[in-house]
């Protein structure tokens, strides 16, 4: 297939005009956001967790590309006749569907995968949507179904076209992966299409590029879509930094028998773990929780953490701590942080950090010309709209809120 009937094959359509994106624009894009999100947003420990869940432990960036690639192949399925039609028949196939039985053909016969590998795979990209296929799903399917061998040698060009333009990536040796691996994979994938999918980071216009002109800019656009979104802002910081030098009330009385502890216990952590602290209200329990969370971000590069409370009261009480804490240790950064319960929009000093998140958006970032001028009006911690969906509030950076979030 040449060029030309690839980009035939439409995988978007815009919401306020009849515009179509083509299939392999949104296959790069979903892609060109993962990599994004790896770059930007995974810490040291989760580049490394995939590495090693791939057989590539001492080469981490080696899985770059290959997940890339793997989260671009989410939405091949919708290349078969039934979703191309302009008049859609009745009960359709899902796409989802689609995709993994195509994702499992051309992983396995095309690409050498090893079966089990490439049955995985299929079922987490076509599960993008949340729901998984299963085998009888996919064993159901019959060729004719979705186009026999044409609309299958479409799917593998899509396929070929894809990892030429982002740079062909080795074949992994491995049999499967472990469950918890494939699931972390599963939510990476949805995440990166959602943001692939919205039209204020991919707008329309631009079908009629050429795909490697199109490669660069979906490239471009995906960095910028997560530095829009807040994900980007900060970074961990360089060293720890001593209980005192976080809390102004140990500084003024020193801190007590519990911190001591902690801080001791802090100095010989060298992997994230649990640590229980049990001790009477008032012991400190909230500045030593604080303080491990801090030390494990500089020593370990790990990002952000999440306060867990029994209510909604609590959840509030804790929110305006975590606030005060953030906004004294990232004083140069633009953190977000975010109240997660179901009356969270009740919230005044929610709602402020909301507030503060657009007008950052207006007169731009901190450290810029225009940002600096305004500086003085600005909180640098601020409640990023794009979290503020269902399904999305955990994964900013910092949040507070109810145990059963």
């Given at each position: 297939m040449d060029e030309k009937q690839i980009l035939e094959i439409w995988g978007k359509t815009a919401k306020s005009s009849d515009a179509r994106r083509p299939l392999l624009f949104h296959m790069l894009d979903t892609a060109h956001v993962a990599d994004a999100l790896w770059q930007k947003v995974l810490q040291r420990d989760g580049r490394a967790y995939y590495a090693r869940a791939l057989g590539w432990a001492h080469d981490p960036e080696k899985s770059r590309?290959?997940?890339?690639?793997?989260?671009g192949l989410h939405d091949i399925g919708k290349a078969f006749p039934q979703f191309q039609k302009p008049n859609r028949v009745p009960n359709p196939l899902k796409h989802g569907q689609v995709s993994a039985v195509a994702v499992l053909c051309i992983l396995e016969k095309d690409l050498g995968y090893q079966t089990e590998l490439a049955r995985q795979l299929a079922t987490v990209l076509g599960g993008h949507h949340g729901l998984f296929p299963r085998s009888a799903d996919l064993q159901g399917i019959d060729p004719s179904q979705i186009g026999g061998p044409c609309w299958a040698e479409k799917r593998v060009a899509l396929a070929r076209c894809l990892q030429q333009?982002?740079?062909?990536?080795?074949?992994?040796?491995?049999?499967?992966?472990?469950?918890?691996?494939?699931?972390?994979?599963?939510?990476?994938?949805?995440?990166?299409?959602?943001?692939?999918?919205?039209?204020?980071?991919?707008?329309?216009?631009?079908?009629?590029?050429?795909?490697?002109?199109?490669?660069?800019?979906?490239?471009?656009?995906a960095?910028?879509?997560?530095?829009s979104l807040r994900w980007s802002g900060w970074t961990p910081p360089d060293a720890p930094e001593d209980m005192t030098g976080l809390f102004p009330v140990v500084r003024r009385h020193g801190s007590n028998e519990l911190q001591r502890t902690v801080i001791e216990l802090a100095g010989r952590l060298q992997a994230p773990g649990l640590v229980i602290i049990e001790a009477p209200m008032g012991e400190g329990k909230t500045e030593a929780a604080m303080y491990l969370a801090d030390m494990w971000a500089a020593k370990l590069g790990q990002r952000g953490c999440y306060f867990a409370l029994p209510t909604q009261a609590t959840s509030n009480q804790m929110f305006g701590r975590v606030h005060e804490f953030l906004a004294a240790r990232y004083a140069d950064g633009a953190i977000t942080l975010m109240l997660l319960h179901g009356h969270a929009a009740l919230s005044a000093e929610f709602e402020t950090l909301k507030k503060n998140a657009a007008r950052l958006d207006r007169f731009g970032d901190i450290g810029s010309d225009e940002g600096e001028r305004d500086r003085a009006a600005f909180c640098n911690v601020l409640a990023a709209e794009w979290f503020t969906h269902r399904k999305r509030g955990l994964l900013a950076p910092f949040g507070v809120g109810t145990i059963d979030q």
């Open positions: 590309n290959l997940i890339a690639f793997w989260a333009l982002l740079g062909k990536s080795p074949t992994p040796s491995i049999d499967c992966l472990d469950q918890p691996v494939a699931m972390a994979l599963a939510g990476l994938v949805s995440v990166a299409d959602w943001i692939a999918s919205n039209e204020e980071f991919f707008p329309f216009g631009d079908e009629s590029l050429e795909t490697s002109e199109y490669a660069q800019r979906s490239r471009e656009r960095l910028k879509a997560i530095e």
